[in-house]
């Protein structure tokens, strides 16, 4: 999609009965199907990809190049490439992007902020990021 091939290859997996208190840093590719109390950040590359299944939910910022929503984020969202919400999708928190892709069902409660070139998206998604850990 967009002329783009994106590396749709899942690395690791955080399970359903998983509950993660703490940042979590990765690379390449990321399910999550538990629960995460902190930070979903993938190293600089442009080829991460993050999927966060219809039953995860994450409580804290994420940031990555492709990232799959059907489960809930509670906080700030960078998708420096892709960003894909499919209908049980439900973000609360402000929200940086390139592309995106969303399906009817799926729900943002925060500001969309389209970013055409990486370096501003990088840039802009810092001050938030600091600003939502601060409240």
């Given amino acids: 999609m967009f002329g783009r091939k994106t590396k749709s290859t899942i690395d690791s997996l955080i399970g359903a009965e998983t509950k993660i208190s703490g940042n979590v840093h990765f690379k390449g590719g990321l399910r999550i199907d538990g629960h995460v109390k902190g930070d979903v950040i993938a190293d ?19 940031r990555v190049a ?3 929503v059907n489960g809930e984020i509670i906080g700030p969202v960078v998708s420096s490439e892709l960003l894909e919400l499919q209908p049980k999708a439900r973000i609360t928190g402000d929200v940086y992007y390139k592309a995106l892709e969303m399906h009817g069902g799926a729900v943002v409660s925060g500001k969309l902020t389209h970013e055409a070139s990486d370096e501003p998206l990088l840039k ?9 850990s601060n409240t």
């Fill in 124 to 132: 802009l998604a810092t001050v938030p990021a600091l600003a939502a």
């Fill in 66 to 68: 492709h990232l799959l």
């Fill in 44 to 62: 600089a590359d442009e080829t991460s990809m993050l999927v966060i299944s219809e039953h995860a939910k994450v409580e804290g910022e994420v």
